[in-house]
């Protein structure tokens, strides 16, 4: 990543993620992220629409489904351009530790999509090495190399929800 040398939180995940071979991180990126549409601005737009309640009700919950359609049809998308899948198990800004049932080894370059969210769908995308298997969690361990600012972000983001739903839940059972 640039040479920077930064320090990211890690935390316990259980994603779903794709993965496909390359020669190195210099191969372009088959992944193509697009930029999310923020769910509450387009709620906020229909609401201050002048238009009947029941009717932005309505449009929101079709807007909601269409969502989870397109979420369905992506995956499947993935599936072919990316065919290792993976699962993912422990997850920051700097990589992951995954399990799979594929063929990997130390030192092979790939490039994969984790799914952070499945509805509405929230893809990430990077390029890195398999770095080899943890002794402790026999899971391989993967470090980012390249990664665009706005997948980083969605991981940060997703680490950071994480870390506070625990911390909630962890307040609550005290």
Same mark, same amino acid.
């Given at each position: 990543?640039?040479?920077?040398?930064?320090?990211?939180?890690?935390? !316990? %995940?259980?994603?779903?993620?794709?993965?496909?071979? &390359?020669?190195?991180?210099?191969?372009?990126?088959?992944?193509? !992220?697009?930029?999310?549409?923020?769910?509450?601005?387009?709620?906020k737009d229909?609401?201050?629409?002048? &238009?009947?309640?029941?009717? %932005?009700?309505?449009?929101?919950?079709?807007?909601?489904? +269409?969502?989870?359609?397109?979420?369905?049809?992506?995956?499947?998308?993935?599936?072919?351009?990316?065919?290792?899948?993976?699962?993912?198990?422990? &997850?920051?800004?700097?990589?992951?530790?995954?399990?799979?049932? %594929?063929?990997?080894?130390?030192?092979?370059?790939?490039e994969m999509?984790?799914?952070?969210?499945?509805?509405? +769908?929230?893809?990430?995308?990077?390029?890195?090495?398999? %770095?080899?298997?943890?002794?402790?969690?026999?899971?391989?361990?993967?470090?980012?190399?390249?990664?665009?600012?706005?997948?980083?972000?969605?991981v940060i983001?997703?680490?950071?929800?994480?870390?506070?739903?625990?911390?909630?839940?962890?307040?609550?059972?005290?």
């Open positions: 990543m640039d040479g920077e040398q930064r320090t990211f939180s890690r935390i !316990a %995940a259980r994603l779903k993620g794709y993965a496909r071979p &390359i020669a190195s991180d210099d191969e372009p990126f088959v992944f193509q !992220a697009s930029v999310p549409q923020d769910t509450p601005d387009r709620e229909i609401r201050s629409a002048n &238009i009947p309640e029941a009717l %932005a009700d309505f449009l929101l919950d079709i807007d909601r489904k +269409l969502d989870m359609l397109l979420s369905v049809q992506s995956q499947g998308n993935l599936r072919s351009d990316f065919p290792l899948s993976l699962q993912v198990m422990e &997850i920051s800004g700097a990589g992951i530790k995954f399990d799979t049932k %594929a063929k990997v080894s130390e030192g092979d370059w790939l999509v984790l799914v952070l969210n499945q509805f509405p +769908l929230r893809l990430s995308g990077a390029k890195g090495r398999v %770095a080899g298997k943890d002794k402790h969690s026999g899971l391989w361990r993967f470090e980012f190399t390249v990664i665009r600012e706005s997948d980083l972000e969605a983001q997703f680490v950071f929800q994480e870390q506070r739903q625990q911390i909630r839940h962890l307040k609550r059972n005290l």
